[in-house]
Antibody
C-alpha cells in the first residue's frame, strides 16, 4: 500500500527557508521507474507543480520558482525533502507530495499525501 | 493565468451528463502531451480520475471518461451524482515553459 505524508513547519516568516519532508511507504524512492513530485495549492486557488525527482536522482524544477527550490532524498529513510528559500506571503499554500504514475513517458500523479498547509506571515 | 484553460464552473442536475473542457495550445496538449484529470473534494487531496487522456484508474466508476482532440481535452461525467460535486483539474506538460502544468480548475455543482 502506497502512502505519502508531508511534514514540516506550518508557519514561517518572510525571507525564511521552508523545509518540508515527504515520508514514503509502499515503494522505494530509488526503485526503477519511480518518481515523486511536489505540488502546492494556495487557499482557494489552483494546483501548481513545483518539483519532480526521478529514480536516478534526476531533478526538475518549476521555472517560475527555479533558484529557490531544492530536492534532496534520503533513500535509507525513504524520505524526500523540499526546501524553498526566501519565503514570501504569496507562498502560503497547502503543499502536497505525490507519487508519479508508473506509465512510460508521462507524468501524472496517482497517490497523494494529505498535504500540509504552510502559512507565511511575520 | 494557467496555460490550460478550464471554465471556472459547470453545473448539472442529478442523472445528467456534463462535460468539462481543458483548452491548451500547440506547446502542450497540441504537442501530443498526455492529459490527466483529478477530482478534488472539499478539504481533500486531489484524486487521479483519468490518466493518459482516456484511462481510468482502478476504482474510478465508468461514469467518468476522458477524451483528447487537437489542443483540447474533455472530461465527461454521466449519471451525475451529488457526490460528484468537487473541483476538477486537468494536467499536462508544456514544452515552452518546460514544466508540468495544471488547469485553473472547474467547480462542478450538482443542482
Amino acid at each position: 500500500q502506497i502512502t505519502l505524508k508531508e511534514s514540516g513547519p506550518t508557519l514561517v516568516k518572510p525571507t525564511q527557508t521552508l523545509t518540508l519532508t515527504c515520508s514514503i511507504s509502499g515503494f522505494s524512492l530509488n526503485g526503477n521507474g519511480v518518481s515523486v513530485g511536489w505540488i502546492r495549492q494556495p487557499p482557494g486557488k489552483a494546483l501548481e507543480w513545483l518539483a519532480l525527482i526521478f529514480w536516478d536522482d534526476d531533478k526538475r524544477y518549476s521555472p517560475s520558482l527555479k533558484g529557490r527550490l531544492a530536492l534532496t532524498r534520503d533513500t535509507s529513510k525513504n524520505e524526500l525533502v523540499l526546501t524553498i528559500t526566501n519565503m514570501d506571503p504569496v507562498d502560503t499554500a497547502t503543499y502536497y507530495c505525490a507519487h508519479r504514475i508508473e506509465a512510460a513517458g508521462t507524468v501524472g500523479f496517482d497517490y497523494w499525501g494529505q498535504g500540509i498547509l504552510v502559512t507565511v506571515s511575520s | 493565468q494557467s496555460v490550460l484553460t478550464q471554465p471556472p464552473s459547470v453545473s448539472g442536475a442529478p442523472g445528467q451528463r456534463v462535460t468539462l473542457s481543458c483548452t491548451g495550445s500547440s506547446s502542450n496538449i497540441g504537442a501530443n502531451y498526455d492529459v490527466h484529470w483529478y477530482q478534488q473534494l472539499p478539504g481533500k487531496a486531489p484524486k487521479l480520475l483519468i490518466y493518459v487522456n482516456t484511462n481510468r484508474p482502478s476504482g474510478v466508476p465508468d461514469r467518468f471518461s476522458g477524451s483528447k482532440s487537437g489542443t483540447s481535452a474533455s472530461l465527461a461525467i454521466t449519471g451525475l451524482q451529488a457526490e460528484d460535486e468537487a473541483d476538477y483539474y486537468c494536467q499536462s506538460y508544456d514544452k515552452s515553459l518546460g514544466a508540468w502544468v495544471f488547469g485553473g480548475g472547474t467547480r462542478l455543482t450538482v443542482l
